[in-house]
């Protein structure tokens, strides 16, 4: 499949597996990337020598390009760039934060550059600061949202009647139906985060991956929004959140609440009570570990059957 | 178009005009019925000789079928029911309660009845309850939503492996792009709200149409969930509403704060300062009042048009 997005990133398929933290390491990226989609590195959760260790791993396994998230709000953002072009990593994507910051610095490296919004005025923002392409993430996607909460549904297009560049949809999205709904809204290609961390080669803990194929609509709930908007599995420690927020809590009681390491403690280290669980909504339709190729197979299977499907209406 | 819906209801177009409170009389769902839509009468915001009135000009107003959408969670149900019945209504729309407590008896007058949901749950409900068809509505929607908040995206796909019966798929749908991706998902047809709520012929007060017009994104946010959820456009009552509910306002203290007569006061008086303001997020992408029969007409023929080009990608 020709596309803006395929063509930019020398794929086969529009489907990007999201950079997640705790679940894509090099395992998930070169699975994905080795299956004909662009696999991330998440580096969210990465001290930078086990990035590097990572890049290094992930180019052993695939000789197919493959990409690393860098969410902008950490400290060491600066370290994590050098390594980025001293590793040679031809594609990034940077998410929560303001594109404009590193995007002329990676350009001038030739580095492809792709950032994450959530909304009309980062889109242009990202386009301005001359990234190639841009993800648009809905209310729907796990992890950090948009404070608009403005879904799939309703972002895409307005986002894609906003800017000029590629667009990829984020947020809901984890089968055929769903990517071809994407493509109808005016996406060039799909970003999968959920379906991709209960893959074999996701790096999150067992306990995490079948609290998530065994979870059911409205387990999920986007949290935190005073703080920082992220969408939680609802256990004891998304509970206490909720009834503190119930209770009028503040952004410090929030972040006391919170403390450190919590998204370890439930994604990696696999504690189900207390720990941080970030997934999308769309985790209420998962119920299978699979390898990250058959899921990414499926989902382009299902793709091509829902099209002709959808065409076979006669008018 | 030969699908479910269309020969269900006898009519041109898969597209449903969405019973709104305020906006939709019978100038709207004449306008929807005879442009070959099914227009819905919303009785919410009537008393019933106000129905019996509205249901009678339809009828002047077109040969084709139209529908009236009755809310459960009113006292007087039983009354609207009966001149449902005495007017020979021949498709109802139930929505806020409970599936199985008036299905049987507008089933046994012969008439067709659709019951809105929000969850799983109460689709089996539905479908259990002899209903001939369900709109599954997406946290997006405006009006009265689902404490899940699941999403248009991750909603249709849950509901279409859920039932056997047609699904009519609302929130977020106000262009053919958001059409065909609600087919891709499943559904059947499309129900929709904010689109119509702006018609020429809705009814709704003009400084709320212009108000809708002119809203961008992030004006909207799902309110009073304590209480009953409900996407309201941001305003001086919206805020005190999210002020109270961040200090940790109880059940109590908003049904105070709400009091009586706010959305017809805010939708069909005009007050955009106190009023209530039900609408939907794609509100963002509406700034135009038309006809219905053009709106409905703009949207097929973009449904048609994004087809063609979802299909013209080359494998």
Known sequence: MKNPITSLFDIKYPIIQAGMVWCSGWRLASAVSNAGGLGIIGAGSMYPDTLREHIRKCRQATNRPFAVNVPLLYPNVQ????????EEVGI????????????????QKEVKVVHVIANTKFALKAQYSGVDAIVAEGFEAGGHNGREETTTMCLIPMIR???????????????????????????????IGSAFAVAEESSAHPNFKERIITSAEGDTKLSMKKLVPVRLLKNEFANAVAQAEANGASTADLAALLGRARAKLGMFEGDMTEGELEIGQVSAMLNEIKP????????????????DRVLGYTF
Not at 79 to 86: H, Q
Not at 92 to 107: H, Q
Not at 292 to 307: C, M, P, S, V
Request: aromatic letters at 8%; zero cysteines.
């Open 79 to 86: 370290e994590i760039m050098d390594i980025l072009v001293e």
């Open 92 to 107: 990034v994507f940077t998410s929560a934060g303001n594109p404009a910051t590193w995007t002329g610095f990676l350009k």
């Open 161 to 191: 009647a906003a800017v000029d560049i590629p667009v990829i949809a984020a947020g809901g999205i984890a089968s055929g139906k769903a990517m071809l709904a994407a493509f109808a809204l005016g996406a060039d290609a799909v970003q």
């Open 292 to 307: 990250a190729a058959t899921i990414l197979q499926e989902i382009w299977d299902g793709f091509l059957l829902e099209r």
